[in-house]
Nanobody, 122 residues
Framework: QVQLVESGGGMVEAGGSLRLSCAAS????????IGWFRQAPGKERDIVAR????????YYADSVKGRFTISRDNAKNTVRLQMNSLKAEDTAVYYC???????????????WGQGTQVTVSS
């Protein structure tokens, strides 16, 4: 298993930027697909972006395409989510999660961080 801790959340004006980091501990971090998810109050948790174990493949939800960038540094056991041109609707708790296999469904992710709050004012 891998243990994940998110950081970098905060408050920002619409149009601004934030960078979220997911720090992982574990001996097999480079085997995991990493996803970023978000959940707004009263809403379901949805995928934001994911990245393959070697960083060669990425996925973005339509709502964040062109604005968010996911990347990873396996040597440092970290995954980053760069969020630009933030909108009020991006306000949510953001979670990183890890999956050994698949990663195409939220159910594939067995390890989750505690979440970090992102608030975008307008």
């Amino acid at each position: 298993q891998v243990q994940l801790v998110e950081s970098g959340g905060g408050m920002v004006e619409a149009g601004g930027s934030l960078r979220l980091s997911c720090a992982a501990s574990g001996r097999t971090f480079n085997n995991y697909i990493i996803g970023w998810f978000r959940q707004a109050p009263g809403k379901e948790r949805d995928i934001v972006a994911r990245i393959s174990n070697n960083g060669g493949s990425t996925y973005y939800a339509d709502s964040v395409k062109g604005r968010f960038t996911i990347s990873r540094d396996n040597a440092k056991n970290t995954v980053r989510l760069q969020m630009n041109s933030l909108k009020a609707e991006d306000t949510a708790v953001y979670y990183c999660a890890a999956s050994l296999f698949g990663g195409r469904s939220q159910r594939d992710f067995g390890s989750w961080g505690q979440g970090t709050q992102v608030t975008v004012s307008s």
